[in-house]
C-alpha cells in the first residue's frame, strides 16, 4: 500500500520545481458538487489565488467555459462583477468540454478541431433531448404534477454549448429508496442518449460524437460502461453527448504543447495539435511526448481530479476501471515514471450529502481504486473542495 503524502509535503516538492504545470478538474475539486448544476458556486479567494501561479495553472474539464452553465459565469458571479476577471486576468484558464473549449485567463476562447457542421447539431441536442425526456417521465413518473415534472426536466437538461448532458442528480433523489427504480432511470437516460447519437448518424455525422457516463466503469468494444445504483451510492447519475476524441488525457497533451509554446515560442507538437488528431490511447501519447519534447522542457505535472472508479466483476474476477479523471491522471503519473520527475497525482474526495459518490476512507478505496490498479494517488484531500481550496491557498502563497 503506498503511503499518502501530507499536504505539506506535496507543496515542497512543487516550490522547488521552476517548471511546473498544475492540470485541475473542476466540479467536485474546487466546485461541491450539488444536484442542480446551476447552483454551483465557485469560491472568491480561490478564483485570485488560481491567477497567482499565471502559466503554471490549467484547467481540464469535461463542463464549458461559457455560456449561462459555464464556469466564466460562476467566476463572475464570485467576483459580483461582469468586468473584474476580464481586467484582471481571474478566468479559469485552460481545456473545457473535455477538450474543444479552450481560453486563457482573460477569456479569449478559441474551440480546437471542431466543425461548424457539429457545432449546429449541437446547438439543436438540448431541445430533443427535453422533447425525448418528456416522453419518458410521462410514462414513467405518470402520477407527479406537471410542476414537478418540469422542475426535474430543467434540472435534468444542461444546455452547454459542446457538451449537452443529461444530469439525473434530482431524479434519483426523488426515488432514492428504490433502486430498481433508479436503474430504471439510468436505463432511460441511456436510451434518450442513444437515440441522439442515431439522429446524429441521420444528419450524417456518424463520426463526430460520442457519450461520456459520469462516473462510469471503463471501456467494453469503444464504448464507456453504466456504473448502476447500489444501496450506497447513485452510481452513473449524467452522460454528456460529447464530440469523439474529446478526452481529457489527449486534452493534457493538448495543454503541454501550449505550456511549452509560451516558454520556447515552439509546439513541441505542431500548431495545429488538438484532441480529435491526438493518439488515441495512453502508450502512443506517452510515445508522442518522448519524441518531442526533450526532458529539460517537460514541466513537473500535478494532476487533480475526483471522478475516479473501481469495481469488481464477479463474473470473471476482473476489474471494471473508470471516471472521467482516471486517464489523464494515469498519464500524468506514466509520463513521471517514463521523464523519472516526481509527477504528483491528487484525489480529492467529492461525495457530499447531495450527490452520493465513492470517498476514500483511511486505506479504504472501495469503488476508487484496488490493490491491482496502476493508478496511485500521491495525496488525498478527504473533506472535498473546502479543504482543497484551503490547501490550494498555501500553495498560492509561494508564487
Known amino acids: 500500500m503506498k503511503m499518502f ?19 485541475q478538474d473542476l466540479d ?42 459555464g464556469v466564466n459565469r460562476l467566476v463572475e458571479k464570485a467576483l ?39 457545432i449546429n447539431f449541437l446547438a439543436k441536442v438540448p431541445k430533443l433531448m427535453r422533447s425525448m425526456l418528456t416522453n419518458e417521465l410521462k410514462e414513467f413518473l405518470p402520477n407527479i404534477s406537471n410542476d414537478l415534472r418540469n422542475k426535474f ?32 432511470l439510468q436505463l432511460i437516460m441511456v ?19 460520442y457519450l461520456h457516463l459520469m462516473p462510469n466503469l471503463g471501456l467494453k468494444n469503444g464504448r464507456e460502461i453504466i456504473k448502476y445504483a447500489t444501496q450506497n451510492e447513485f452510481g452513473t447519475t449524467d452522460i454528456q453527448f460529447i464530440i469523439k476524441g474529446a478526452i481529457k488525457e489527449a486534452g493534457l497533451l493538448f495543454l ?29 501519447l506517452i510515445d508522442l511526448c518522448k519524441r518531442k519534447i526533450p526532458s529539460d522542457q517537460m514541466p513537473l505535472l500535478i494532476g487533480v481530479g475526483d471522478t475516479v472508479t473501481s469495481v ?16 489523464f491522471l494515469t498519464l500524468i503519473q506514466k509520463l513521471g515514471e517514463s521523464y523519472k520527475k516526481e509527477n504528483l497525482v491528487v484525489f480529492v ?24 490498479d496502476d493508478l496511485k494517488f500521491d495525496m488525498v484531500i478527504n473533506d472535498g473542495p473546502k479543504e482543497y481550496i484551503e490547501w490550494f491557498k498555501q500553495l498560492a502563497i509561494n508564487f
Open 312 to 327: 469488481k466483476d464477479n463474473k470473471d474476477n476482473s476489474w471494471l476501471r473508470g471516471g472521467s479523471d482516471r486517464g
Open 5 to 23: 503524502k501530507t499536504k505539506e509535503e506535496v507543496i515542497s516538492t512543487i516550490i522547488k520545481e521552476k517548471n511546473i504545470l498544475i492540470v
Open 191 to 209: 436510451k434518450i442518449m442513444n437515440n441522439l447519437i442515431e439522429e446524429s448518424k441521420n444528419c450524417g455525422l456518424d463520426k463526430s460524437f
Open 80 to 118: 459580483n462583477s461582469k468586468t473584474t476577471a476580464k481586467e484582471n486576468g481571474f478566468y479559469l484558464p485552460g481545456l473545457a468540454a473535455c477538450g474543444v473549449e479552450f481560453q486563457d485567463r482573460y477569456s479569449n476562447l478559441c474551440y480546437p478541431g471542431l466543425q461548424d457542421n457539429e
Open 153 to 184: 426536466i430543467n434540472v435534468a437538461v444542461c444546455d452547454t454549448r459542446f457538451t449537452p448532458t443529461l444530469n439525473f442528480n434530482e431524479i434519483l433523489s426523488y426515488v432514492k429508496n428504490d433502486y430498481i427504480k433508479i436503474k430504471d
Open 349 to 372: 474526495n467529492s461525495s457530499n450529502d447531495q450527490v452520493l459518490r465513492p470517498r476514500v476512507n483511511g486505506i479504504d478505496m472501495k469503488g476508487i481504486s484496488d490493490p491491482n
Open 28 to 69: 467536485g475539486v474546487c466546485i461541491p458538487l450539488v444536484q442542480d448544476p446551476l447552483k454551483r458556486e465557485i469560491d472568491k479567494e480561490y478564483v485570485k489565488d488560481v491567477a497567482r501561479l499565471r502559466e503554471k495553472f490549467a484547467v481540464l474539464t469535461c463542463g464549458e467555459h461559457e455560456g449561462r452553465r
Open 256 to 284: 503541454l504543447n501550449k505550456y511549452i509554446s509560451n516558454k520556447t515560442g515552439v509546439y513541441p507538437f505542431g500548431e495545429n495539435f488538438n484532441v480529435r488528431n491526438a493518439p488515441k490511447t495512453l502508450n502512443k
